[in-house]
T-cell receptor
Framework: GAVVSQHPSWVICKSGTSVKIECRSLDFQATTMFWYRQFPKQSLMLMATSNEGSKATYEQGVEKDKFLINHASLTLSTLTVTSAHPEDSSFYIC????????????FGPGTRLLVL | GEDVEQSLFLSVREGDSSVINCTYT??????LYWYKQEPGAGLQLLTY?????DMKQDQRLTVLLNKKDKHLSLRIADTQTGDSAIYFC????????????FGAGTRLAVHP
């Protein structure tokens, strides 16, 4: 149980385009979903926290107009990188938290974004 | 704010035990977590420990928690090459249960 999927697993796009990444909890309802960004050989940086049906809470320094988050249902959250630039290239990982013991966050496999 | 620190690298011989250490600053954390990340993949939850426990064992994994010293460790017995990965310690942010604060990750290399 507690499987989280992400789609796509990798994407290459041209500078200026927008990219949407989906995060789904497959076998549980996620009351909260999180979006992280990870640079090579570094730890995870939390970008935003989203609760179903409400606006996402962004971490300091993360542009909400740049990284649009929609948490449309208890099993789906999307991250849209708008007008992507090469510096947005990164590994984006989502996680979902339901009501499991330990309030555990379960992570998706990640999406590698390369902006040319 | 909350700070979580880990050593960056650990090298062990196959069959030996590995001990990965983590220190944190906030003492109000209720659950503390260990995650494993293999190259190019997301994070896999390995185990977690509730703050009122000193030790938790799960097959080859043993978690030790010293609340007084704010020190968490993960011991992997009989380390195998498949255990080579990055291990992250994660602690809930004191301002709420929503956020996890991650350590920098310990890269475990297992050699024959």
């Amino acid at each position: 149980g507690a499987v989280v999927s992400q789609h796509p697993s990798w994407v290459i796009c041209k500078s200026g385009t927008s990219v949407k990444i989906e995060c789904r909890s497959l076998d549980f309802q996620a009351t909260t979903m999180f979006w992280y960004r990870q640079f090579p050989k570094q730890s995870l940086m939390l970008m935003a926290t989203s609760n179903e049906g409400s606006k996402a809470t962004y971490e300091q320094g993360v542009e909400k107009d740049k990284f649009l988050i929609n948490h449309a249902s208890l099993t789906l959250s999307t991250l849209t990188v708008t007008s992507a630039h090469p510096e947005d290239s990164s590994f984006y990982i989502c996680s979902a938290r339901g009501l499991a013991p330990g309030e555990t966050q379960y992570f998706g496999p990640g999406t590698r974004l390369l902006v040319l | 704010g909350e700070d979580v620190e880990q050593s960056l690298f650990l090298s062990v011989r196959e069959g030996d035990s590995s001990v990965i250490n983590c220190t944190y600053t906030d003492s109000s954390s209720t659950y503390l977590y260990w995650y494993k990340q293999e190259p190019g993949a997301g994070l896999q939850l390995l185990t977690y420990i509730f703050s009122n426990m000193d030790m938790k064992q799960d097959q080859r994994l043993t978690v030790l928690l010293n609340k007084k010293d704010k020190h968490l460790s993960l011991r992997i017995a009989d380390t195998q090459t498949g255990d080579s990965a990055i291990y992250f310690c994660a602690v809930p942010f004191s301002g709420g249960y929503n956020k996890l604060i991650f350590g920098a990750g310990t890269r475990l290399a297992v050699h024959p």
